[in-house]
T-cell receptor, first 111, second 114 residues
Framework: SQTIHQWPATLVQPVGSPLSLECTVE??????LYWYRQAAGRGLQLLFY??????ISSEVPQNLSASRPQDRQFILSSKKLLLSDSGFYLC??????????FGPGTRLLVL | AQTVTQSQPEMSVQEAETVTLSCTYD???????LFWYKQPPSRQMILVIR??????QNATENRFSVNFQKAAKSFSLKISDSQLGDTAMYFC???????????FGPGTRLSVLP
């Protein structure tokens, strides 16, 4: 069966510091991968999606970037965090558009 | 562009009662998938139910069922015999047959009251 991992679960970072959030999927090959951000009590904002290694599409211009160095690894990064980057970050995978499956999420607080 | 609307920001229901959450969507395509996701206080997103647009039969998963009205572009979720563990945010979502991105609605916060 497929599983998706995200880490860290919680992160507190000062403004201006770098960021690296990692997501890995097990039990599937060549999945579509997604990064979302969610503010407290709000909906999902799609940040990036990837249909293959090295293929990244950005949905929202921002302070963040994404990379997919391996088939089942998706990384969200920033060189300098802003206060507005605080939020809940969700990684998800899908295969054949039948459904999207989410990781447990990372809570990021930028101080 | 496709959009998904959930017109009920918050709802509440008594334990053991039935509640229906509304969802409408806008698309010009005829083949697509629709979903309901549940996000409990843990914030883990959980797939509740899925519907293929080409299937006329409404999907059912235990206490969860949908009323899919393709012509009206409506996709409501009915929760029967509500339980305290059903308390969560519920998101309606859409993806076209040839699309890459899932489109989510703004969510409905459901509280099940004892």
């Amino acid at each position: 069966s497929q599983t998706i991992h995200q880490w860290p679960a919680t992160l507190v970072q000062p403004v201006g510091s770098p960021l690296s959030l990692e997501c890995t999927v097990e039990g599937t090959s060549n999945p579509n991968l997604y990064w979302y951000r969610q503010a407290a009590g709000r909906g999902l904002q799609l940040l990036f999606y990837s249909v293959g290694i090295g293929q990244i599409s950005s949905e929202v211009p921002q302070n963040l970037s994404a990379s997919r160095p391996q088939d089942r690894q998706f990384i969200l990064s920033s060189k300098k965090l802003l206060l507005s980057d605080s939020g809940f970050y969700l990684c998800a995978w899908s295969e054949r558009r039948e459904a999207q499956y989410f990781g447990p999420g990372t809570r990021l607080l930028v101080l | 562009a496709q959009t998904v609307t959930q017109s009920q920001p918050e709802m509440s229901v008594q334990e053991a009662e039935t509640v229906t959450l509304s969802c409408t969507y806008d698309t010009s395509e005829s083949n697509y998938y629709l979903f309901w996701y549940k996000q409990p206080p843990s914030r883990q997103m959980i797939l509740v139910i899925r519907q293929e647009a080409y299937k006329q039969q409404n999907a059912t998963e235990n206490r969860f069922s949908v009323n899919f009205q393709k012509a009206a572009k409506s996709f409501s979720l009915k929760i029967s015999d509500s339980q305290l563990g059903d308390t969560a945010m519920y998101f309606c979502a859409f993806i076209s047959l040839y699309g890459q991105n899932f489109v989510f609605g703004p969510g409905t916060r459901l509280s099940v009251l004892p």
